[in-house]
């Protein structure tokens, strides 16, 4: 009834260019769907990281991003070295996912590559940096 404004708005609702609404009895009846899905077919319900297993995941993508771009020698073994590390990455998240955790692959990606590139940058930059300045005393 429209007394009891059991109304929500969900991500699907702004699709259309028309506000919709989804009744509370829908949006119940999904949540005990997945229940008894999870139940008959024996899969767990998904969880996800509390927001400091996600700090801790994304920290360290950054620092192995860091410390994989200072080991690097040549631009090819970067290159190998982070499509590795980002299909270690997809695949545990794939793993997790699959066992009912949800884990935050694309911001532990992106703050991998991100900072894999900026220190690579940064090195290289100093490498430039010194040779300029080994060739100007010479």
């Excluded at 404004?5 to 997945?34: C, N, W």
């Excluded at 801790?56 to 620092?63: D, E």
Aim: with cysteine.
């Amino acid at each position: 009834s429209d007394s009891a404004k059991d109304f929500f708005l969900t991500p699907y609702s702004l699709v259309d260019s028309v506000r919709q609404e989804v009744p509370g009895v829908i949006i119940h009846a999904h949540m005990v769907s997945q229940i008894i899905s999870a139940v008959l077919d024996k899969r767990p319900l998904l969880f996800a990281l509390p927001v400091w297993g996600d700090v801790i995941v994304v920290w360290g993508c950054s620092i192995l991003g860091c410390i994989l771009a200072l080991y690097a020698k040549s631009r090819l073994q970067f290159i190998i070295f982070i499509g590795t590390v980002l299909i270690a990455l997809y695949t545990t998240c794939l793993i997790l996912l699959v066992r009912g955790c949800w884990a935050p692959f694309l911001p532990s990606s992106l703050v991998f590559v991100s900072s894999a590139i900026a220190i690579k940058v940064c090195k290289n930059q100093k490498q430039d940096c010194e040779f300029i300045l080994e060739t100007k005393h010479v």
